[in-house]
């Protein structure tokens, strides 16, 4: 398509507009974990590790940190495998109500968040009488972090079709052969992908388990909203923010790297 | 034919699809080291005998048998017969090697000596030299190649192919003929081959089995199949033919029944001369130029079309427009039931 270079102009102003709207606070974050005033005045006047250092020795922080990446990983794994299934399922059977299943396995990752979270901490603790605690925020994050597996890996496998272990079986392979030496395989990138952006998503999950966190479970995500407004923790709470930035993105820019990779070599 | 010789026979085999019979009821005995091909246009059940044959179906009645053994029922890596599929599936993420010692490596035969075995595979359809290519690489007949190779290199006493040229352009597919038809007499393997390509079918097999909704309608070799076909179908799909129905049989023919005639079994003689045996007089409705030979198109006095293959030595050729006179012996015409 060729556009006028007035259009073009016009465009070019606005995704400049919005890249910046959506990055400049982010910098302003980094920045300010460097700056000197605790009170994070504008422009900072000088440079300074403190802070970093000072995250460094903050037991609350590194205990916050260590309990989301604990979260963070048992959720994913359980959905990776959860995930899995439920995309054969969907993708190589025919079952009355396949359409509807479909639909309400996709579902939570658009329901908002305060929704899922009322509703699972009614359930935790009114229906199925559990208190709450680091193992309900786990399954309360695997109920939306399987969305990701659950489309990559279903994805993936209408692009394979059956054929492969078709021949597979047909060459002398088992079904748990098949699926080791050829399914798997094929699949590793998707699950990669799918992997690392639950992974992320749970990491910076706040509403939900705000709603489904036992007392004493403190995410990463509730460790910053707790500290932000306390006058002497605001430049940690800006260094904790720069670190959680980095975990977040770079999951997220190697999922696209596989994902693109695996688009290439088809 | 005798057990010990079979390799497979089916035993009224049905395969129905909720209300779709695709496989009605089918009798079929393959001989030890026989070129064997189902031919038939899509949908008469000739994959779907294959997949049976290789157990990613199983039959909704009926016995089929490998060598004597029935394997009715057992899954596709208890029997010991290998299929070429028609889009290859090959793995896409390894290289042509692993691919073809794939057979050898579920086995559990050693690294060293699989890759050896898969070496001597891929030399025999010439491919040595893409060894550590990924099928993504290859091109569409060395890929066709390479999936015969995974396919042979675990000797299976049978192998299916489904249409395994399709997919390939016309040189190719030719060549490829050549090549399946020796490796075939070399290693000695049944081979089941299913095509909608009647040439195809003709020149590569020892039998034919013609398929039209789910059922055999014709099985023999292939000059039966093309010099004696039993019915209209058979006549029309393999190769082509004129067909009298009884209408037209009386009047051309002057008898009772319906009959095919193949176009290279009429000539065409000027209507002056003196000739003996079964005739017609017409006029040339049209020529068409076939390098090989001459399709003419004669419009008979006595009503229908009659088109007729001239090989393109005849010296005085027939024009649109020519009245002419058509001869061919008796024996030429084939009653169909």
């Known amino acids: 398509m060729t556009l006028s270079p007035l259009t073009r102009g016009i465009l070019l102003g606005f995704t400049g507009m919005v890249l910046l709207l959506m990055y400049t606070p982010l910098l302003v974050v980094v920045i300010n974990s460097f700056n000197p005033d605790p009170s994070m005045t504008w422009p900072p006047e000088g440079f300074t590790g403190e802070w970093w250092r000072?995250?460094?020795?903050?037991?609350?922080?590194?205990?916050?940190?260590?309990?989301?990446?604990?979260?963070?990983?048992?959720?994913?794994?359980?959905?990776?495998?959860?995930?899995?299934?439920?995309?054969?399922?969907?993708?190589?059977?025919?079952?009355?109500?396949?359409?509807?299943?479909?639909?309400?396995?996709?579902?939570?990752?658009?329901?908002?968040g305060i929704v899922t979270g009322?509703?699972?901490?009614?359930?935790?603790?009114?229906?199925?009488?559990?208190?709450?605690?680091?193992?309900?925020?786990i399954v309360a994050h695997a109920t939306f972090c399987i969305v990701t597996v659950f489309n990559n890996v279903i994805a993936r496998l209408r692009r394979m079709g059956g054929n492969f272990e078709e021949a597979s079986a047909d060459l002398g392979a088992g079904l748990w052969t098949t699926f080791r030496l050829v399914t798997f395989p094929q699949l590793r990138s998707a699950l990669l992908a799918g992997g690392l952006l639950a992974f992320a998503l749970s990491f910076d999950e706040i509403i939900v388990t705000t709603f489904t966190a036992g007392s004493g479970v403190t995410t990463l995500p509730i460790w910053i909203l707790n500290n932000l407004f306390r006058p002497n923790q605001a430049p940690v709470v800006a260094v904790v923010a720069v670190v959680l930035i980095l975990?977040?993105?770079?999951?997220?820019?190697?999922a696209q790297r596989i994902a693109g990779e695996a688009e290439n070599i088809r | 034919m005798t057990a010990a010789n079979t390799a497979i026979r089916l035993l009224d085999v049905h395969r129905h699809f909720g209300e779709v019979r695709a496989v009605d009821g089918v009798d079929l005995e393959i001989a030890d080291g026989e070129f064997f091909s189902m031919l038939?246009?899509?949908?008469?059940?000739?994959t779907t005998v294959l997949r049976l044959i290789a157990g990613f179906e199983q039959p909704t009645s009926g016995t089929i048998e490998l060598a004597g053994k029935d394997i009715t029922g057992t899954a596709p890596f208890e029997r010991d017969v290998n299929t070429v599929f028609q889009d290859y599936a090959l793995f896409p993420h390894m290289n042509v090697l692993d691919n073809v010692a794939y057979g050898l490596r579920v086995r559990g035969v050693k690294k060293t000596a699989r890759r050896q075995q898969a070496m001597d595979a891929l030399a025999m359809v010439r491919l040595e030299h893409v060894a550590d290519r990924k099928p993504a690489q290859l091109s569409g007949g060395q890929?066709?190649?390479?999936?015969?190779?995974?396919?042979?290199?675990?000797?299976?006493?049978?192998?299916?192919?489904?249409?395994?040229?399709?997919?390939?352009?016309?040189?190719?597919?030719?060549?490829?003929?050549?090549?399946?038809?020796?490796?075939?007499?070399d290693l000695g393997i049944t081979f089941v081959f299913v095509t909608h390509d009647q040439e195809e079918a003709l020149t590569l097999s020892d039998r034919i089995a013609v398929f039209s909704e789910g059922r055999i309608v014709q099985l023999g070799s292939p000059s039966e199949v093309y010099e004696q076909p039993v019915n209209e179908?058979?006549?029309?799909?393999?190769?082509?033919?004129?067909?009298?129905?009884?209408?037209?049989?009386?009047?051309?023919?002057?008898?009772?029944?319906?009959?095919a005639l193949r176009p290279e079994k009429i000539h065409l003689v000027a209507p002056s001369a003196s000739a003996g045996g079964p005739q017609a007089k017409g006029k040339v409705a049209e020529t068409i130029y076939l390098g090989v030979g001459r399709r003419v198109v004669v419009d008979l006095e006595a009503g229908p079309q009659l088109v007729v293959l001239e090989p393109s030595t005849t010296e005085a050729a027939v024009k649109r427009g020519d009245a002419v006179l058509a001869t061919w012996r008796t024996e030429d015409l084939v009653r169909l039931t």
Do not use: C
């Not at chain 1, 916050?64 to 969907?90: C, D, E, K, R, Y």
């Not at chain 1, 359930?123 to 309900?136: C, D, E, H, K, V």
């Not at chain 2, 038939?40 to 000739?46: A, E, I, M, N, Q």
């Open chain 2, 233 to 259: 179908y058979v006549a029309s799909f393999v190769g082509t033919s004129n067909l009298f129905d009884a209408e037209a049989a009386r009047a051309v023919l002057g008898a009772e029944g319906r009959f």
């Open chain 2, 40 to 46: 038939g246009p899509s949908g008469s059940g000739k």
């Open chain 1, 118 to 137: 009322i509703a699972l901490n009614n359930a935790f603790r009114g229906i199925m009488g559990i208190n709450l605690s680091i193992y309900t925020v």
């Open chain 2, 143 to 185: 890929r066709q190649r390479v999936a015969l190779a995974r396919s042979i290199v675990v000797r299976p006493k049978v192998l299916l192919l489904d249409e395994p040229l399709g997919a390939l352009d016309l040189k190719l597919r030719e060549q490829m003929q050549v090549e399946l038809k020796q490796l075939q007499r």
């Open chain 1, 54 to 112: 000072k995250a460094y020795h903050s037991a609350g922080a590194r205990d916050a940190v260590l309990t989301s990446v604990q979260v963070a990983i048992v959720s994913t794994l359980i959905s990776l495998i959860l995930g899995t299934l439920m995309a054969f399922a969907l993708q190589r059977f025919d079952f009355f109500g396949k359409h509807s299943v479909n639909l309400l396995v996709i579902l939570p990752i658009a329901l908002p």
């Open chain 1, 247 to 254: 975990v977040s993105i770079i999951p997220i820019w190697i």
